[in-house]
């Protein structure tokens, strides 16, 4: 076969490469054992035929579910038959890239049995749960309460007679709601409810509540338990998100797990020691959502970079013909406008992916602390993690959907690849604390930190260093952006200074409005999303500035390094251009200093034209996990666009269903044709 | 049955509304009769089994294609039953609110033959099509051409011999594809394709091409035709987008459209007399589109300001306690933060209809010009529909998604309502011009107007008078905005002194851009694209303005004059502060201004929102057409989630479809639990 124009076109913009692509995925994945795992799992998951993503697409919603349960049992299977260590599994589920029925039961419900569960009821549940003898979910939200915790209208009421918890939804708002697992599978719960004590409400607590009967799968009496139907755009297809209402379902007192509050037989209550302790597992889940969010991104990018190379559309005169072949039209690569959308979300995947690592790294500092009894960098940690899962999750979000725009008509096909992509991730912008919301956790630790600023400055953090600049309003006020000409901009402190500027000033915007009289802490939601914002959008140029330096301790080639800090600097200035009013507003920047970006921009979006394919490449994503017919990596992608379609159920028929039931009597509804 | 909190709460809101809602009706519909008659038509249409909503979710590809069929004939035994107009006809298509295997038989099949067939051609296709005894789609866009129209693949080459076009796919990149009704169910397409005589290429024409027997419904010899399969996020499901791969497929001579364009028996070409008259109908569909942006914003605010309005979500101290039941959560309509997301873009769908209404009226004068032979406002008809189209398209689409998370966890739910109309409408970002490259459209044709600033000023169209200003740099960076206190951002001379500023500034600067050496046009497609934004909003400014004198005139109660003219505030100061950069640039606004702004939009956001629900309402959007459980007229959220939950088909069974396959093999890999 003749290969086509596409495919050479790839292959060609990939040969321009200027370093070894091979550098880049080691420096994302961490090392060639861990390149090599991974490719052997998705070899596993991607090659077996129950998770090929030709059989998960225009199902009903009754053949996706059951789907999602073939898959589920599969997925056991394979780590039944290879043995898979506890990340294997993990990446397991990464390459399936849809959420399972069992899929909570793995990453929500174990590890609350073994994080809130006495040793003992570890001991009973754990391993019940590991063999999935019985499965589990997570049910925490209702449906009337999601982002209010404290608002869960389920109770669990102690009686002493029966030795038992009486679940109960109070309303049928207290039905619990959008629970993973619960619709169909779930034979337990994890349930949060309010434990009430001869009367007496001490909020929310965690049960284990059978569901489901282990003989017959039937929900108990006092147990109504459903799907709660289809989602958005098609995200979340294969899981059962479901609901339960309880009617006085009652459980042994045992099954309320007492690691930390205990209830003894006699109905006296123990609180737990320490509150914040519980944090652990949100910042744990939120830092994992950073590196997430550059992985998405990746995928996005990966086969909107593709695509885009192999797509021509219109000739343009003169500079940008196409020198090798002026009979071909532009690669529309080629246009200015589409690297000015592509490229910095390129940047903002390494981006994150920085601070993602650095996410990681001061989890791990912050665990081994805790462990004795150290608390001091969790504030730091939780307010960071929560900063930067808003605001990561958010440039995600909107990149992944704005590739799929890039790509023109055919982005809207299901077969980009990108609808699959966006529709799981879109979500996240609300789980796990909403976007808008979580913004004000930042806001209030960095109004904390200015007091200490103040009292305490050797205290401060060093994401929040530059506080003590923002301490004297006039001197912040007189503070100028050093940029003299363009190439001044790639100065990484010249960088920081900017970003650190523009938190500081936000900074104590913020405690200004908050110090006028009347004002509550809700009216000023704008304010913190702002500095949420100016704050998480520093500390990703931070950690991508300094991933260069450790990226230099790795022996890396010169190459890398260089195409390394030109992602870096084009994440700082697109994002310093994006929010330019705030640094224009107080004459931080100039105007000639707007222009000189503008054309540094301009130069790092040239400069890194020949390396994007390379760049994408290096994330190394297996085209079965990509599933686009635009963006695989040979880039032959009107061909498979085209083989893709003629694959379709719809197209097996000559003639389709309803052929006589529906086209015949609107053709003849008026007689028959007289040509 | 006891009434809701929810039902109260909305009830309540209501209650506070400072205007007639009914003069706001007919202030967006245009009188009485009409209001009456869409709800004439929305009873017949939603109130049909056939097009409820119920029955149209969680189904797999190929029966969502046959519920389009079914929909489809329904729809023409509608027609003949109520002897719908051809007004009333559309007004179904729109409650119907799904595109159809017959939709674009209906608006651009039958359009294509009256607007480019000869006389004798309309009276021979004309009839056929309209009682649909033959079934056509619009085929223009292929698998490798989409934007750039003269690139496309498919000849038709004449064969004098028989008297015969050959139709025929050069490659398989030239086949049709994406062709809505050429999936399954049409039997004719209008091709656009290469016209080639004796070797020589015409360019793109248009012909009538059979592609499926009348007999039988199969494809004919030499055509090859199917289903381009899914498309993204679950939209366009029930429409048959297809492909057609032609291989030397004959058609009559006679089979060409030759209106304009016509060959004689002996391959003699007439060229078309004059190429712009076509643009007619891109004009009438981009025209269109700006008020549809207007009415889907309006049904995505409606839903997010009702759920809004009964979600209940935290306690707030003090100010924003519920003052008749201090028990009960704060509505989360009450937060700064959802109103800042939310109003402005009640504003912007208001503003944006001002803009429809605008563009109708320009397009009806232009056509009659027309008629005369008068082409002097075509160019400038043509650009400000294209400027309009790409700008309300891309801010309603942003602003529905933006609609959804506003709505928290329930947002993600199906049947928020939302996703349907996100998935249904965001495409036509795409379509129709892509958005971006729209842009140039605009761009270019200010370029032309600030020539004719300098060389006939007299000539200007009154959206680009401002032009004038901008020929004199001295002087238009000297322009300063004359706010002195919060309240004079409220003239709209204020306004538009703004508006004009900006867009005539980034005029001058892609001149200056434009002129520089060995500049090509396509490397200036950002500059383009930043004025054509700020081109369109400032049309979209100065209609919202204008359209106050109207209402003015319409003899409308000062409650409503009110509430319009904060409308209109709200539209503009929000509007500017999104793109305050571009202000603050050139010292246009100064940072004190940037305060006043923002305190006077807060002072908007507060004012308006006792009218927000009325504002929504006015609509006057049918709860079927809205079909979402969160927004409806009574505001039973809870319950009517709920509700239709219970009814999913997967929830008609106690144990699910996939127990014994699936699920009884996970629980007893290891063995049945011992509890």
């Not at 490449?617 to 297996?622: K, M, S, T, V």
Request: hydrophobic letters at 40%; charged letters at 20%.
């Amino acid at each position: 076969m003749v290969e086509s124009q596409a495919c050479k076109d790839l292959a060609a913009a990939r040969a321009k490469t200027s370093f070894p692509i091979i550098e880049l995925t080691r420096y994302i994945y961490g090392s060639d054992e861990e390149i090599a795992r991974r490719r052997k799992i998705a070899n596993i998951v991607l090659n077996d035929p129950v998770f090929s993503f030709d059989r998960r697409v225009g199902l009903s919603r009754v053949e996706d579910v059951k789907t999602g349960l073939a898959m589920s049992l599969r997925l056991y299977q394979l780590r039944e038959e290879h043995k898979f260590t506890h990340e294997e599994f993990r990446m397991c589920l990464d390459f399936i890239d849809d959420y399972l029925p069992v899929g909570l039961h793995e990453t929500a419900f174990i590890p609350a049995i073994y994080a809130q569960g006495t040793d003992e009821q570890a001991k009973y549940w754990g391993p019940l749960a590991e063999k999935h003898q019985i499965i589990g979910c997570y049910a925490q939200t209702e449906l009337g309460h999601g982002s209010n915790l404290s608002g869960l209208e389920t109770t669990a009421t102690f009686n002493k007679d029966t030795d038992e918890w009486i679940i109960h939804s109070t309303t049928f708002t207290a039905s619990k709601w959008w629970i993973g697992g619960l619709g169909v599978i779930a034979t337990h719960a994890f349930i949060q409810a309010r434990l009430i004590i001869d009367g007496k409400d001490y909020g929310p607590h965690g049960f284990i509540v059978p569901i489901r009967s282990l003989k017959d799968h039937r929900p108990f009496p006092g147990v109504k338990a459903g799907d709660i139907g289809p989602k958005a755009y098609g995200g979340f297809s294969k899981i059962d998100n479901g609901y339960v209402l309880f009617d006085h379902h009652p459980i042994p007192r045992e099954n309320m797990l007492m690691r930390f509050a205990k209830v003894s037989r006699d109905g006296q209550y123990t609180r737990p020691p320490h509150s914040k302790l519980s944090y652990g597992s949100m910042i744990l889940l939120r830092s994992g959502m950073v590196r997430e969010a550059s992985m998405v991104l990746g995928r996005a990018t990966t086969i909107a970079t593709r695509y885009s190379t192999v797509r021509r559309q219109f000739h343009v005169p003169t500079s940008r013909k196409d020198i090798d072949n002026p009979k071909l039209e532009t690669q529309v690569i080629n246009y200015p406008m589409v690297q000015a959308r592509l490229f910095p979300m390129i940047a903002q995947a390494y981006a994150i992916l920085a601070a993602g690592k650095k996410m990681q790294v001061m989890y791990k500092s912050m665990l081994s602390e805790l462990m004795v009894g150290d608390i001091s960098s969790l504030a730091e940690v939780h307010s960071i993690s929560s900063g930067l899962k808003s605001t990561c999750s958010t440039i995600a979000a909107t990149g992944i959907e704005d590739c799929r725009k890039l790509m023109g008509g055919h982005g809207f096909s299901y077969f980009s690849g990108i609808p699959h992509i966006w529709s799981s991730y879109v979500p996240s912008n609300t789980y796990e604390g909403d976007n808008f919301l979580l913004t004000q956790q930042s806001a209030r630790y960095l109004m904390k930190q200015l007091k200490t600023a103040t009292t305490e400055p050797e205290k401060l953090t060093s994401f929040s260093k530059y506080l003590l600049r923002a301490l004297d309003q006039d001197a912040l006020q007189s503070e100028r952006c050093s940029v003299q000409d363009a190439s001044d901009w790639l100065k990484p402190e010249v960088q920081l200074a900017a970003f650190e500027h523009r938190a500081g000033r936000l900074v104590s915007t913020l405690a200004l409005a908050a110090s006028q009289e009347n004002v509550i802490w809700s009216d000023l939601n704008i304010e913190c999303w702002r500095l949420n914002h100016a704050q998480s959008e520093y500390v990703i140029a931070s950690c991508a500035i300094e991933s260069l330096s450790l990226a230099k301790d790795e022996d890396m080639s010169s190459g890398t390094m260089h195409v390394l800090k030109r992602l870096s600097d084009l994440f700082a200035l697109h994002t310093i251009h994006t929010s330019l009013s705030d640094y224009l507003e107080d004459y931080y920047i100039s105007p000639n200093q707007c222009q000189l970006l503008r054309q540094q921009i301009k130069s790092l979006l040239t400069a890194l034209a020949d390396d994007v394919v390379g760049l994408v490449d290096a994330f190394d994503f297996p085209d079965q996990l990509l599933n686009s017919a635009l963006g695989s990596y040979d880039g032959d992608a009107y061909q498979r666009l085209w083989d893709t379609a003629q694959k379709q159920k719809i197209n097996q028929t000559e003639v389709v269903d309803g052929y006589k039931e529906y086209i015949v009597p609107i053709l003849t509804q008026y007689g028959v044709a007289k040509l």
